[in-house]
């Protein structure tokens, strides 16, 4: 599973982990990740995030 990184504030979305403080379960790809989320930290959207090396 791969690790998502918010280019502005450096939260990481994690793969294996989800957010489930914010609806998304463990186990959901990037791309399955609704196309409306924010970062739970800072508010940016999914365009805002790079896959982490």
Known sequence: ??????DVCGYI?????GDPENGIAP???W???PDDFVCPL?????DEFSEEA
């Open 1 to 6: 599973m791969k690790k998502y990184v918010c």
């Open 13 to 17: 979305y994690d793969e294996e982990a």
């Open 27 to 29: 186990g959901t790809k």
């Open 31 to 33: 791309e399955d990740v």
């Open 42 to 46: 800072c508010g940016v959207g999914k």
